[in-house]
């Protein structure tokens, strides 16, 4: 499977489980990983709770990285 922007935020900005991010977002878990295969995107009602996750830990999230996955060095 190709890295989504969703899974890449998860995996590498956030360092969170599907499980973890799901309760953290009031979804399941299998919404989740919807949003990882198809269309692999965070729907944009997510992004400031996504965006304070981050925040939290210590991570760069830009806007851009909810629609692509970046390029490595970016």
């Excluded at 935020?9 to 956030?14: A, E, S």
């Excluded at 944009?44 to 060095?73: M, N």
Aim: aromatic letters at 6%; glycine letters at 2%; hydrophobic letters at 35%.
């Amino acid at each position: 499977m190709a890295l989504t922007p969703a899974m890449f935020i998860r995996v590498h900005v956030l360092d969170m489980s599907q499980k973890s991010l799901a309760a953290e977002l009031d979804v399941t878990q299998p919404r989740v990983s919807k949003w990882e295969s198809t269309p692999g995107q965070i729907p944009k009602k997510h992004h400031d709770t996504v965006k304070k996750l981050a925040a939290k830990k210590k991570r760069r999230l830009p806007d851009s990285y909810f629609t692509r996955v970046p390029i490595e060095g970016e």
